[in-house]
């Protein structure tokens, strides 16, 4: 027969009305430093986990926090450094804790980009209200196109040129912003609300493994002319992981004054 009434205990099965099982999970206290479970009587339980256990009480990943034995999580010491962490909203930077229990924003490339056997890179500081633009050829890359992510869901993307461990420009844009236009993925925001982007492009190609994301603004922050050192950096970054880039030196630099720079790379 019936042991219990599902409409009364927690810790009564649904379909048979019978008290659940001590291996029965239930909510005692909503507590991460204990393990709530059924006792088998129709009650439900809560033991603390053991001392060391690991939990988030604030969500710090450079703190180290873990359970104390007796029901309660703190924090016990920083986490080493060279952690990950994430300092901000740009992909642009490479983020980890410094051992003193602070996310550090580190602004330098990404060491495991993917090159490609072409680059190009244009950018545009215009005197003309919104008409500073950024765009990033990268063709020919090697077939295993990963990271690319999904730009009309929740991938971010991000297009970042570096000068000598500084960001000469970039801009973070997020997904679900970007419209279907066929051939290329379209993102327009007259109020630059982001990184004060107004209009860009963005383009994956599997049959030559290419990547290509243009910027368009009122004022991208681009720093060029004398403050562009011997070489730069660009990257394609996104949230799920992918990196596209190609540096640009010596005479692969066209074109460098304080208006505009040309860079163009074959492998």
Not at 97 to 106: E, K, L, M, Y
Not at 178 to 202: F, M
Not at 243 to 267: L, P, R, Y
Request: glycine share 12%.
């Amino acid at each position: 027969g019936e042991e219990c009434d599902d409409g009364t205990f927690e810790c009564c099965d649904f379909h048979t009305c019978q008290l659940s099982s001590t291996a029965t999970a239930c909510e005692f206290d909503s507590n991460e430093c204990t393990n709530d479970h059924c006792d088998g009587a129709g009650t439900c339980v809560t033991e603390n986990f053991a001392i060391d256990t690991p939990c988030t009480q604030d969500g710090d990943p450079c703190v180290v926090e873990a359970c104390n034995g007796s029901g309660a999580c703190v924090s016990l010491n920083d986490a080493e450094a060279g952690a990950p962490c994430d300092a901000g909203d740009s992909l642009c930077t490479n983020d980890a804790c410094d051992g003193s229990g602070t996310c550090v924003a580190d602004a330098a490339p990404d060491a495991t980009c993917s090159s490609a056997a072409t680059a190009g890179l244009v950018m545009i500081d215009s005197s003309k209200p919104g008409k500073d633009k950024v765009k990033f050829k990268w063709k020919k890359g090697p077939e295993d196109f990963t990271g690319i992510g999904e730009p009309e869901e929740d991938t971010t993307y991000a297009l970042c040129i570096y000068d000598d461990g500084a960001i000469v420009a970039d801009g973070n844009l997020p997904g679900g912003s970007w419209t279907d236009k066929g051939a290329k993925l379209q993102y327009k925001d007259k109020e630059g609300t982001i990184d004060s982007v107004t209009g860009g492009l963005l383009v994956f190609g599997f049959d030559q493994f290419s990547a290509s994301m243009s910027l368009g603004g009122a004022s991208l922050a681009l720093n060029l002319g004398s403050t562009v050192g011997d070489s730069l950096i660009a990257q394609i970054r996104t949230s799920t992981g992918g990196c596209f880039g190609a540096e640009f030196s010596g005479e692969e630099i066209k074109k460098s004054t304080e208006s505009k720079f040309v860079g163009v790379e074959k492998n």
